[in-house]
C-alpha cells in the first residue's frame, strides 16, 4: 500500500538519492533541489508540503505538493488559488509496476484532505516530451487547459466533479 511520510534526518539522504531513468532527467528536478525549494517556499510564508513515498516499508519516490505560488512571476488564477501537485517522480528501480499510478491516487486522495485549505483545482505541469505522464495523467482526468507554465503544459484536475457524482 502507498503511504506518505514527511522528510527528516532519517529518510532525506536516501529520498535524495532516488533519481528518474537517465532519459527522464529533464523532465523532473533533482529531489535535493525540490527540497531546497520547499524550504525556500515556506520561509516566504507559502505551501510547499515534500514527502517521500513509500509502499509499505519500501521507500520508492518522492512528491512535493503545493497550494498557491511556486513562485513565478505573472502567475494565473488558476496557480494562485489551486493546489499543485509540484513534484512526482518514482525511482527507475520501481517504475513500470503500477506504482506511479497508485501514488497519484493517494497524492490526490491527500490533496482531498485539504492540508492548506479548500480549493476547487488541481494543477501540474509536464514537458511538451513527456508523453508517459501526459498519458497517466491524462486517463486520471486531467485536462490541458491551454495554459503554459513555462515550458511546461498545465493540465487541471477538478477536485468538486467527483463530488457531484457521490
Ligand atoms: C511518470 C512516472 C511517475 C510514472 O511512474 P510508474 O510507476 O512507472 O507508472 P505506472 O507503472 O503506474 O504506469 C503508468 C502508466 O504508464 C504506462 N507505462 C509504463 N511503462 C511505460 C513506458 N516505458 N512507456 C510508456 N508508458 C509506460 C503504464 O502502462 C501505465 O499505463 P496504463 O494505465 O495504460 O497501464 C515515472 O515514469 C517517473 O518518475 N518519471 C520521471 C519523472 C516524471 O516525469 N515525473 C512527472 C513530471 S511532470
Redesign the pocket.
Known sequence: MIRFEEITNKNIWKVCALE?FEE?KD??ADNIQSLAEAYATRNEGNNALPLAVYNDDVLI?FIMIGKGTVGNEDESDLIKENYCLWR???DKQ?????????TLDAAIALIRTFPFGESEKVW???EPE?T??R??YG?YGFLENGEMCGNEIVAVYELLDENCDD
Open positions: 528518474p527522464q523532465f523532473v519516490g512526482f517522480m518514482i520501481f517504475q513500470n509496476q503500477g506504482l506511479g499510478k497508485q501540474l505541469s509536464y513527456n508517459r505522464a498519458d497517466i486517463k
